[in-house]
């Protein structure tokens, strides 16, 4: 079992950065590639980046050059740094798991993040 909880976000306007924090629980957390997704309002949620247990990233063509996706292991922490924010950016993020051989899917609650312009 993985209990993971985000923070970090906020209201912002344009142009501005947050840095969004996701804290899980267990040991499995060392093991598992991760992941950073979004939901606007009306919208399907998107996959925005994904960090493997060693450190391997990839991000979704809309932000990359704006955000990074980084882990401190020892912290069983992922972050999610998130500059140049733009009102399109406006959503709520959720981090995850991603699941691959003994890891399941597992989902965080949420934080929300509002750009203003």
């Known amino acids: 079992q993985v209990q993971l909880v985000e923070s970090g976000g906020g209201l912002v306007q344009a142009g501005g950065s947050l840095r969004l924090s996701c804290a899980a629980s267990?040991?499995?957390?060392?093991?598992?590639?991760m992941g950073w997704y979004r939901q606007a309002p009306g919208k399907q949620r998107e996959l925005v980046a994904t960090?493997?247990?060693?450190?391997?990233?990839n991000y979704a063509d809309s932000v990359k050059g704006r955000f990074t996706i980084s882990r401190d292991n020892a912290k069983n922490t992922v972050y999610l740094q998130v500059n140049s924010l733009k009102p399109e950016d406006t959503a709520v993020y959720y981090c995850?798991?991603?699941?691959?051989?003994?890891?399941?899917?597992?989902w965080g609650q949420g934080t929300q993040v509002t750009v203003s312009s």
């Open positions: 960090i493997t247990s060693s450190g391997s990233t």
């Open positions: 267990g040991s499995i957390f060392r093991i598992s590639a």
């Open positions: 995850a798991t991603i699941p691959l051989g003994p890891v399941g899917r597992y």
